[in-house]
């Protein structure tokens, strides 16, 4: 006799085939890829270029030989470096204190930590480096380098045609002769010199204002024994509008001579602030 099979017996039986047949299924199942990476944007590469910059700048009684800026730049910015080599044909040691920036896309920028603009002995050369961060600044074909501020002077070194002309304060030398008497002083002119700056000092001038040293010869056609003492007091400049320009009272502007009876004293200097 076959006995039927109790109610909670079958009642598993179908749970387990079940639960084997989702098993099954599952195996069967294609398995789900793998979500696929985004594509990275490749970083912009920097790209170097070098400015032959090759101008002198007379500064502060220096000679500046701007040579090479290099710049390495891409859309985000990136760093230019300006190399130079300083002169001091004075006989004090100098250091150039003018403020150098570089003005690009409307902007100034300041020098960065690493630049190194060291004392120059008299006499002597030295090499300089002046090192600028640009910050979302690609290129710098507009680029200006500026030696000084307002109020004195500025120098102005573009690194190409973009930034206009360049300004260099180089020194005027003047060849003309003339002559002039008072009383028993004659002056012979010799010649003279225009800048920008005052080199015995390590100074620049005002934007307004300009330095004209001239040189000349002095002679004392008087018989007094004692001689004749020249010295401020018995020169001075007649400018073409007129004005009478005295020299430059610093202890350095002006030869002080005691010149003897008919003799005459060479190369002597008058600076005057025109």
């Known amino acids: 006799m076959i006995r039927a099979a109790p109610r909670r017996s079958l009642a598993n039986l179908a749970a387990i085939l079940l639960s084997a047949a989702l098993a099954a299924a599952a195996c069967d199942a294609p398995q789900a890829s793998a979500r696929p990476s985004p594509t990275r944007t490749p970083e912009p590469t920097p790209a170097k270029t ?39 044909p004075n006989a004090e040691s100098s250091t150039l204190d003018a403020a150098i920036g570089l003005i690009v896309a409307g902007q100034r920028i300041e020098p960065t930590r690493d630049s190194q603009v060291p004392s120059i002995p008299a006499k002597e050369s030295r090499l300089a480096l002046v090192s600028f961060e640009l910050q979302a600044i690609g290129s710098v074909e507009d680029g ?71 040189t000349y010869d002095a002679t004392y056609t008087g018989s007094f024994s004692g001689g004749f003492p020249f010295t401020s007091e018995n020169i001075a400049l007649r400018l073409p509008n007129g004005e009478v320009v005295e020299t430059r009272r610093d202890g350095r502007s002006q030869s002080i001579e005691l010149i003897g009876a008919g003799k005459t004293k060479k190369n002597l200097i008058s600076r005057f602030e025109i």
């Open 50 to 88: 070098t400015y032959d910059l090759s101008t002198d700048v007379w500064y502060e009684g220096l000679v500046v030989h701007v040579g090479q800026a290099i710049a390495i730049l891409d859309a985000r910015g990136g760093t230019i470096d300006v190399t130079m080599t300083i002169e001091n």
């Open 144 to 214: 200006v380098l500026e030696i000084g501020a307002d109020p004195e002077h500025v120098a102005r070194v573009p690194f190409t045609e973009a930034g206009g002309s360049a300004v260099t304060l180089q020194p005027i030398e003047i060849t003309t002769e003339g002559r002039g008497s008072a009383g028993d002083l004659r002056v012979q002119l010799r010649g003279g010199i225009l800048r920008w700056d005052l080199p015995d000092w390590s100074l620049e001038l005002p934007a307004t204002t300009q330095a004209l040293t001239l």
